[in-house]
């Protein structure tokens, strides 16, 4: 076999990398002149132009994904003694936020086509301690309760959306987070749209949105104006420090002034992708509804992967996995359950390349690759590690 050398070409190099418009550096720069650092009116005003975008009353923006999940779980009540239903096939923040509030994750399986829960899935997953069900929708991909909402409804339990991949996708005609569930989104580095780090909350109501404030305040009851007026402050209950900065909303604000364009480059570098791999026997792409997504992930499922995925990355191409199902994972052993197609797409998912650097030649360049290294897992011995 041929040795290869690292791939020339450092954007089909990254799986996933930020993407900046050029005027975030100067919005930043404005927060850092103004000495207001903190909560202040540029996360209020990024919490409006999200709640616009998504076209809900309210939002409201907070330090990661993850603190948002957190928040949201225990806005809604969910604590030690209950079960919150979570698809295994997820970043493993969605477990740590229900571990988080002392609840118990019950992994639920997936749609092989979709790697997204169902309403069916999460049906069979309830039991008499289940308080809350965490949809995913994986890649960008809306999960469709509908069916189930009502039943979901009249047993009390909460709808918490984890849709860390769907900023901007649609579930039917309207944004995801505006379908009427507690809904969080994370603006991780890498995710559709970027604060450097953040992550916002859909409320379901008004007291609901207080809730969220209050423990992202340190349960302080005062506002910030009324704070300086007076001596004194009063903590009213659990809280933790969990308020989006003005420097991250910054970065926020410019990145949505842009996001029409994100839309667009994400949807027209996934729609290449899936031209380029019907020529490729064995793979089998993970669909997406590309008109009603903004993709994040373009992932396939295939035989060999970890064989493929060495010589891949061997080539300097970028390759990762999501995800290592999380019911495998040491620490979550104890609520292991046998969810055979979680497993299945386990050992066979490979994430490509996807990020807004990339070009259609790009992506030509990995989809050849690819081929390449299909067709050498095909014919040598399967050792997991690329020959040299
Ligand atoms: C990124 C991500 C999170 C966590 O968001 P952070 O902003 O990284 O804390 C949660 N769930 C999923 C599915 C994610 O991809």
């Known amino acids: 076999m041929t040795t290869h050398t690292s791939s020339p070409n450092p954007d089909a190099g990254r799986n996933a990398s930020p993407y900046l418009y050029g005027e975030e550096a100067a919005a930043v720069a404005d927060v850092l002149q103004s000495g ?17 975008f998504l076209g809900v009353r309210d939002a409201v923006a907070l330090t990661s994904g993850t603190a948002a999940l957190h928040t949201a779980l225990l806005a809604a009540g969910i604590g030690p003694g209950q079960e919150v239903i979570v698809p295994s096939m997820t970043f493993c923040a969605t477990v740590q936020a229900v571990l988080a509030v002392g609840a118990t994750p019950r992994f639920a399986d997936i749609d092989p086509a979709t790697l997204c829960v169902t309403d069916r899935l999460v049906m069979d997953s309830l039991t008499d301690k289940t308080a809350a069900v ?7 991909r809306a999960v469709n309760l509908n069916p ?12 918490v ?11 039917g005609t309207r944004r995801v987070g505006a379908t009427g569930d507690l809904t969080c989104f994370s603006f991780g580095p890498i995710k559709n749209l970027t604060c450097g780090q953040g992550g916002i909350i859909v409320p379901r109501t008004r007291t609901e949105a207080d809730t969220i404030r209050r423990i992202q305040m340190l349960g302080v009851v005062q506002s910030q104006a009324e704070r300086g007026q007076t001596t004194n ?42 031209r380029a791999l019907v020529s490729l026997d064995d793979v089998r792409l993970v669909d997406v509804d590309v008109d009603r997504t903004v993709p994040h992930l373009c992932q396939d499922l295939i035989p060999n992967r ?8 061997a080539r300097g191409i970028g390759v990762g996995v999501h995800y290592p199902p999380n019911h495998l994972q040491p620490a979550f ?56």
């Not at 903590?235 to 667009?264: C, P, W």
Request: aromatic fraction near 8%; proline fraction near 4%; hydrophobic fraction near 35%.
């Open 36 to 52: 207001q650092y903190g909560h202040t009116e540029v996360t209020e005003r990024f919490e409006q132009k999200v709640a616009e």
């Open 233 to 274: 402050y009063q903590v009213d209950s659990f809280g933790l420090r969990y308020q989006m900065s003005g420097i991250n909303a910054a970065i926020g604000l410019a990145q949505l002034d842009h996001f029409e364009k994100t839309e667009t480059t994400r949807r027209a570098l996934w729609r290449a992708y899936r």
């Open 333 to 388: 052993a104890q609520w292991r359950r046998n969810l055979p197609a979680t497993e299945q797409a386990g050992h066979e998912v490979l994430t490509l390349p996807f990020h807004q650097h990339l070009t259609e030649a790009d992506i030509d360049q990995v989809v050849t690759a690819f081929g390449q290294a299909l067709t050498e897992a095909r014919t040598t011995p399967h050792d997991g590690q690329p020959q040299q």
């Open 306 to 313: 970890d064989e493929v995925h060495a010589r891949l990355r």
């Open 148 to 159: 189930i909402r009502k039943e979901l409804a009249d047993r009390d339990i909460a709808i």
């Open 134 to 140: 965490m949809p995913v929708p994986f890649g960008g």
């Open 161 to 171: 959306e984890d849709a860390a991949h769907a900023f901007g996708s649609r579930n």
